[in-house]
């Protein structure tokens, strides 16, 4: 491992990063694992022009959903240290020009009162101690005016998506709470059914349990609307994303979902999913995962993952009461028999349905970082981003088209469910100050309470 001392990558603020941008996104390698794919060889992927890297690192540059935060947890791994494990470190993410990123808390299923909750509270803690451990790196944000106040002093602003519903575990106070602490989307579910809503699943399509949202789940809506809180439609069941988009008065998103038309996956959006997205207003931010882009992947990658049967069972065996010791184990295993890929033209086909479909302003990047086993060839991580923007350049996507998708679009619903927030809560104040007695009305009450004297 290279080691990075502790300051190396504290920049000026973004206006002045420029000079920079072209040689690092250049320079950068390919990642970990060259990949297969079952019908052969993969294309190179595109060069970085000159303009290209120049919109990249001007533009304020956006990602859904970075699994890397487990991560931050155990106590060996070094965040300014470049790996070649992971998809994701500080050296990478400024190389590849990402500014903001949504860092997931996700746990599975828990059993237990309470322990879905503390385990989720232990992980956004980690979030702040890195933040505190690299102040001139990063910026926990809560807000659009604090992301963009964070980008433009040469930080990555950091905030937090809460991956599935069954986490708050049916409490709302514990959804307010993670709000406080700086969480700013909720997935309604993750890969199985909650008490409250219904799931797509992940290899294959769930049963409906519920139909869609509960009463309880449409609460649970409305109050992240309340609170300023994204509704997050990714690993949802089809009707509950309908039902999301009925009660949500603030756009939703997907934070890391792609094209079912494209590769016919059950975490993929339907065209009229992606359709009444657009209509209102929200975004689908793409998902990398070979398995979920590329129907010819997720076979291979279903056939590879079932070769490594004995060896995951071994590394459990080894480790049954260290979880890190378990996780590096597993990355490291992925090093040594990787998983398939997918061309990152697959990726751009996505991208271009999703514009055709939904529309320019209704798309961005959920590359699902860290969470999944594999990316593209040429997007192995995120030093690779830049790519991204010549690839969607060179399919003849305008320079205003790829700002939006790289960051605009989801800064502009994120700015739109700020502005429900305060629109619910003038009205909630309206309302009581309409049940609140009038002053005058209130004094001659008080006299016909009053007991009479003699």
């Not at 963009?148 to 959804?175: D, F, N, Q, T, Y």
């Not at 992240?224 to 089809?238: A, E």
Request: charged share 25%.
């Amino acid at each position: 491992m290279q080691h990075v001392p502790a300051r190396p990558f504290r920049t000026a603020p973004r206006r002045h990063r420029l000079t920079l941008a072209v040689p690092l996104c250049l320079l950068a390698s390919l990642g970990p694992g060259s990949g297969t794919r079952a019908d052969g060889p993969l294309r190179e992927p595109p060069e970085v022009s000159e303009a290209a890297s120049r919109l990249h690192f001007d533009a304020i540059v956006v990602d859904g959903h970075s699994d890397t935060t487990p991560l931050f947890q155990d106590p060996s791994w070094r965040f300014d240290e470049r790996h070649d494990d992971t998809h994701m470190d500080l050296p990478r993410i400024r190389e590849g020009g990402l500014d903001v990123q949504f860092w997931s808390i996700y746990m599975g299923a828990l059993e237990g009162d309470g322990r879905a909750i503390r385990e989720a509270i232990e992980r956004i803690d980690a979030v702040h101690e890195l933040v505190r451990r690299f102040p001139d790196d990063l910026a926990l944000a809560g807000s659009v005016a604090s992301i963009r106040s964070a980008v433009g002093s040469g930080k990555v602003a950091s905030l937090m998506g809460v991956e599935g519903g069954h986490i708050i575990e049916g409490r709302l106070a514990a959804l307010r709470t993670f709000y406080r602490l700086g969480v700013r989307y909720m997935t309604l579910t993750h890969s199985f059914h909650t008490e409250w809503a219904d799931s797509s699943g992940t290899e294959e399509a769930l049963e409906p349990l519920h139909g869609g949202l509960t009463s309880f789940g449409r609460q649970v809506v409305r109050e992240m609307n309340r609170l300023g809180m994204l509704v997050d439609v990714s690993h949802v069941s089809d009707q509950t994303f309908f039902d999301a988009i009925e009660v949500s008065r603030a756009p939703v998103i997907a934070s890391h979902s792609s094209c079912r038309a494209v590769a016919n996956h059950p975490r993929n959006m339907t065209d009229a999913m992606l359709r009444a997205l657009a209509q209102n207003g929200g975004v689908v931010m793409l998902n990398f995962y070979p398995a979920y882009i590329d129907e010819r992947a997720a076979d291979s990658t279903k056939a590879h993952r079932a070769s490594l049967s004995e060896d995951i069972a071994l590394i459990e065996q080894r480790y049954p009461e260290d979880e890190f010791a378990r996780r590096r184990a597993r990355r490291q295993l992925r090093l040594e028999k990787p998983y398939p890929q997918a061309p990152l033209s697959v990726l751009l086909d996505h991208f271009d349905h999703a514009i055709e479909v939904a529309g320019a302003d209704h798309v961005g990047i959920g590359g699902d970082w860290d969470g999944v086993p594999s990316l593209p060839r040429g997007m192995e991580d995120v030093s690779q981003l830049p790519r991204l923007t010549q690839a969607l350049l060179n399919r003849g996507h305008s320079e205003e088209t790829v700002r939006k998708i790289l960051g605009e679009n989801l800064l502009r619903v994120l700015a739109r469910a700020e502005d429900v927030a305060k629109e619910i809560a003038a009205t909630a104040r309206t309302q009581a100050r309409a049940r609140r007695p009038r002053a005058g009305r209130t004094s001659e009450l008080a006299r016909n309470a009053s007991p009479a004297r003699d």
